[in-house]
């Protein structure tokens, strides 16, 4: 199959329902996963002449770990749970039990959200498309098809434009049909197949659902790679965007179950970008070292390699003038600190979405650069473990919380106030003289 990116969802959509058109004729429904995977729903829906709808299917994330998923619950109670990841991380009955409560009350809140008082669409006795964004682990995807199979079509089909090859193959139990547009031979992420990965929001979808899409977005500015020695033969990936003219770089550093084409940080990179700020996206960990889990929750690693990103972008031509922050998010805000301490005339500001900075705790009290701590008000455990490092840090220190935001911040507008919040701090801290 020919490897190729596609702009954005939509554009994923079209290339998908290409390869679709032999159920032009069939008594199709599309449903659409929500989020990401309904914008690439519509356009399939479009071009069979079939109606379209939601499924909802949330991921359960590990007990103060949200972004690694040990399942998935979709709507109807169907309920998928990765046995082997749970016993590792020693989940006990009591957090696995409030973990699938959380998911259910969000599942409940989106089904009503989007569809409000309308019917699901019907699809006992017709062919089910159910369609994403992209196939990696595939466990909301399985979740998504058991839920589907309950409802009894006649024909079950899953479709995306782009999947792993072991996941597609595995879901072929599951479906009657699996449909993928690519599959390449090393997926990465999902979101490194598209332009164009951001967040699809609450009210696009609610827009597609209601046949009133606008026209296609606009495809997104190139992103420069950079290819970042770290010791010995150790290259780490990393995607620069730079302003013309630039005044600062912010360096990412994404949480554990993530990649640099994380589409929450890319969408607070977008925020930075627009305000003039440069932005070098990375993954501290190559993909052979990302397969070792006790190399995820390595933060002296994780921080040297950040050091070393930082010592890179200081030798480029085009970054070595600008002043330097830091962005980590979940775990990645633990490697931030702990290299913020380790270059304190170096670092002008740090920012910690959703973060674990217990994770850098010997380090706390050597940073100097101004600390931004951003939590959800519903991340219980993450905020609990935010209010001890703000004891702890002697730098500035904030503490902003997003009210009735969860980890992901995933609830309608928080991570535009994410954005918001970190664009201004950052700004402020990078111009300064």
């Excluded at 150790?234 to 084409?261: C, K, M, N, Q, Y």
Aim: hydrophobic share 45%.
């Amino acid at each position: 199959m020919t490897e190729r990116r596609f702009l954005d969802r939509h554009d994923g959509g079209r290339a998908l329902a290409a390869l679709l058109q032999g159920l032009a004729a069939a008594d199709a429904a599309v449903l659409g996963l929500a989020r990401g995977g309904v914008p690439v729903a519509y356009e399939v829906a479009r071009s069979l002449s079939a109606p379209l709808d939601v499924l909802v299917v949330r991921k359960i994330g590990a007990p103060g770990n949200p972004e690694y998923g040990i399942g998935a619950l979709a709507e109807g109670e169907v309920l998928v749970l990765d046995e082997p990841a749970i016993r590792d991380l020693h989940v006990s009955h009591e957090e696995l039990g409030s973990a699938i409560a959380r998911a259910r009350d969000e599942v409940r809140a989106r089904v009503l959200r989007y569809r409000g008082a309308r019917r699901p669409v019907e699809v006992e006795g017709r062919v089910a498309i159910v369609v994403d964004d992209g196939l990696a682990t595939g466990g909301t995807a399985r979740a998504a098809l058991r839920a589907m199979r309950a409802r009894r079509p006649s024909r079950l089909v899953l479709a995306v434009p782009v999947g792993a090859r072991d996941t597609v193959v595995a879901l072929g139990a599951e479906a009657d049909e699996v449909v993928c547009a690519m599959q390449p031979s090393s997926l990465v992420a999902v979101g490194a197949w598209y332009g164009d990965f951001s967040p699809t929001s609450d009210a696009e979808i609610i827009e597609l659902l209601g046949g009133t899409a606008a026209s296609t977005p606009p495809p997104p500015t190139a992103t420069r790679d950079a290819a970042i020695p770290v010791g010995g033969d150790t290259v780490i990936a990393g995607d620069l965007e730079l302003p013309t003219p630039a005044h600062g770089l912010v360096l990412f550093a994404h949480g554990s179950g993530s990649s640099r084409h994380s589409p929450r940080n890319r969408q607070v990179a977008a925020a930075l970008n627009r305000r003039g700020i440069a932005t070098l996206l990375l993954d501290l960990l190559t993909p052979a070292e990302e397969r070792e889990r006790a190399n995820v929750f390595d933060i002296r690693l994780l921080g040297e390699r950040l050091v070393a990103a930082t010592h890179w972008a200081r030798a480029d031509p085009r970054t070595a003038e600008l002043p330097i922050a830091y962005f980590g998010a979940s775990t990645g805000a633990g490697a931030a600190l702990w290299a913020a301490a380790e270059l304190p005339d170096e670092i002008a500001a740090v920012v910690s979405r959703g973060g674990r900075p217990d994770l850098a705790a010997p380090r706390l009290a050597d940073v100097q650069a101004p600390v931004l701590l951003i939590v959800g008000s519903l991340d219980e455990v993450v905020l609990v473990l935010n209010r001890q490092a703000h004891h702890a840090l002697h730098a500035p220190c904030e503490l902003r919380l997003i009210d009735g935001a969860t980890h992901l911040f995933e609830e309608p507008g928080a991570l535009e106030q994410v954005c918001e919040l970190a664009a201004e701090w950052l700004e402020r801290r990078l111009t300064q003289p």
